[in-house]
């Protein structure tokens, strides 16, 4: 894998780390408004971040073949 290559990977792991922490963070905040209609939209963003961190999983597995 070339420097530029390996330099990628590594900025996509640390992002993808860093998206987890930051929907772990939405889910504690969410859970203060339990039961109403801005508990449901953090929600909603957190089930989106938690697609895009599949999605950078994935291509993190492609980019570390």
Excluded at 7 to 36: C, M, P, Q
Aim: net charge negative; charged share 30%.
């Amino acid at each position: 894998m070339d420097e530029n290559r390996e330099e990628l990977v590594a900025l996509v792991k640390y992002l993808t780390g860093h998206n987890i922490s930051h929907t772990a963070e939405l889910k504690d905040l969410a859970s203060s408004f339990l039961g109403t209609e801005t508990y449901d939209k953090i929600m909603l963003a957190v089930a989106e971040y938690e697609k895009g961190n599949e999605y950078l999983s994935a291509a993190l597995a492609e980019l570390e073949e």
